[in-house]
Every structure is written in C-alpha cells, then in structure tokens.
C-alpha cells in the first residue's frame, strides 16, 4: 500500500517560500535560499541532468525521497511557477497530477514525466496517483494550500520538514490556517548535518 | 566567560505561548501543552520540590540546562505571569533580572531566587547577570520580544528550542517581528525523543 507523504523545506521561523513568489519569481524572495542544502546534492543535480554532488547523509536522505516515490500530486500555482522554469526534462520522472479547475489534456516531457490535470478534487487526484504509482509511495509536493487540504482530510501519513538553520521573515507558511485539532503528530525521526535539520513526523489519524 | 544562551520550547507551527496569556492563564491557551515532554522530568520536577520522575535523554537536557545556569533574565510579563503562579519557592534558586520601567527593590524568595528589576536596558541587565552569574551560564528566558530585542542586538550565543510535535495554530511566534538579515544561524545538534526534538544553534554573530 502507497504511503502518502509531504517533504519540503522550511525555514526555523516557519516559511517554505518567500513573499512574492509566481512564475516570474519562483520560490518568492529568498525563497530558494531554503533548498541550498539540496543544490549540491547528486540526487538533486542527477534530476537536472547535471553529474558530479555529495553524497553523504543529505544525499541518501534526498535520494530515497526520490526514489520511493511512485506519484505526485500538486496545486495549480505550484505547477504555474514550475512549467515556466522547469527545465523541458520536468525533473519529476514520474506521472504528476495538477489539482487545477481547467480542463486540459495531459502533458508529456521527455524523461518520463506526465502531467495529468484534474478538477474533481483531492481525493480524486488521490485515487488516480494510487493507480499511477504501482505500490510505491505517493508525494504531495505543495504548495501550503494543498498540502493543509490534505492534513485536514486525514489523508497524509507522513511529513518530511528539511528545516534550513535561516530566517526568511516574510513568506508562505505551511501551517497557517491549520486546524490543531484535526491535525497532530507523532515523532519519527530527527538527524543532522551542518546544513539542515531533517524531521520527520508520522501524522496520526485524526478523530472522527 | 559566561556564555549568553536561550532555551525554550516551541511548536511544530512556530508557537511558544497560546494565546489570551497573562497572569490569569500563564502560557496562554493551551500553552502549557507545549512543555508537556517537562513535567515528568525528574530536573523539573526536583524544582517545585517533587520527588521522582523521568531519568532519560530529554531529563539529562532539562537538567544540565538548569546547572549551567548561574542567572536569569526575563521580560516584565513573563515575570507579572510567573509572580502569580510559581510556589513561594520560586523555581529558579538563582538571580533573576527582570527588565522593568518600573523601580522596585529586589524581591527574595526562599530557595535561593532573587528577582532584581532593572530599568536601563538589556545590556545593563546582561552585564548585572554576568557579575551575579559567577562564571556560569546566563539564561534568556523570555518573552518572545525580549528575545528578540537580545537576537538583534547580537548578544546570544546559543538557542535551544524543545520543538514540540503539535501545532497550537494561535498565539505568540517567537520570531514574529525578528529582522532576518541581522540574525542567522549555525546547526549544533539535534536530537529527539519519542516527546520532543532538542534543536540546537549557534547564533552566528551579527554583520557590523
């Protein structure tokens, strides 16, 4: 069975994009400056075509976060920000599916990544990444907005927070608008290395 | 030479106090769950004067916090919170420095706590806890904007947060307000128990 899962970046103070952010600024205003543990890493370089990285802890960590992954699901403005900046090789290598109101036919990029557009919800776009993934897991990649859709209705099971050792000040918080009561955790796992602290939480069920 | 260090506990969502707090409900609303991995610690626990507790990781934290402590400094609110609500033998058993417009003489607890009002700035409380302290360790307790105020005057060595695994959704942000250009940081550690993840940093010191 798929396991649901979110891994993303965020600052100490909360923010997982800076103010500002769209497809002419991706990642908002310092944005970017979250992910620079990931961009000597030769899991990241191999997606974007390049050779050559680390390969310690930070490496492993991001490689089997790739690798597990069968299927991922994200939100119209993350998609927007990406298709104008993404290289024609989408760094994805697996079927993507785009939570959006706009009908649209499937989208292919060399290398293997699909996108697939779907405007009837999140279970739904859930159900057809369970379909896509052949038993492996399934990421729900962003943005904040979606990923709290998500946590709401129960139906994340872990999360992956790389949290940077920076302050942004002014951004996009993941949790924002969060509901405590629907939505708590259970610790998984905590490690280091000079350059990002690695949490990861198991999401309990929440109370019916 | 004392080294000038914060230790606090903070949400998942970036909380260190509920909301609504004041004398009449310290840590605000559902504050006090943030720090429930303390209450069964055997170092919090031998302050207020209990007997037993936990033993593990997370009690060897707690306690070598409060040893390498040889003063206090902390905001009026947080100490017009605690003047109502500690036990007579005030949980410190050390000098206090409360930062105050008001003049107040000192005010001596048994136990060992003398609180000390101070109302000419925080680096002339830093530098009354430093003589008082002994060689030992100055602790910033808080609140949230005394914290602040220290940060970006470059004058904390170390932050230590107790990341809780909840989320309040309301309440204080310790780096609400904080200027990210002058505050950045260095991992130290991190490390969890099945109740917290301790993370530590280095407060890089501020460009002039």
Request: no cysteine; proline share 6%; aromatic share 8%.
């Amino acid at each position: 069975m798929s396991v649901v899962f979110v891994s993303l970046g965020m600052t100490v103070d909360g923010y997982i994009a800076g103010p500002n952010g769209g497809p002419d600024n991706p990642l908002g205003d310092r944005g970017p400056t979250i992910h620079t543990w990931m961009y000597g890493q030769r899991a990241f370089r191999s997606r974007f075509g390049m050779a050559g990285g680390d390969t310690g802890r930070d490496d492993q960590i991001l490689e089997a976060t790739m690798t597990r992954s069968g299927a991922t699901i994200m939100g119209k403005r993350m998609f927007e920000e990406g298709e104008k900046n993404w290289p024609e090789e989408a760094p994805f290598h697996m079927p993507v599916f785009v939570l959006t109101h706009q009908v649209r036919s499937p989208w292919q990029r060399p290398g293997g990544t699909t996108f697939h557009f779907v405007d009837d919800g999140i279970e739904s776009a859930l159900e057809r990444a369970r379909d896509a993934a052949g038993g492996k897991d399934i990421r729900i990649a962003g943005g904040a907005d979606l990923i709290r859709q998500y946590l709401h209705a129960g139906l994340i099971d872990e999360l992956h927070i790389a949290l940077a050792p920076i302050l942004l000040g002014d951004g996009v918080r993941l949790f924002d608008g969060i509901d405590p009561v629907r939505v708590s955790f259970e610790i998984a796992e905590a490690v280091h290395s000079p350059s990002v602290t690695h949490l990861r939480y198991s999401v309990k069920r929440p109370r019916r």
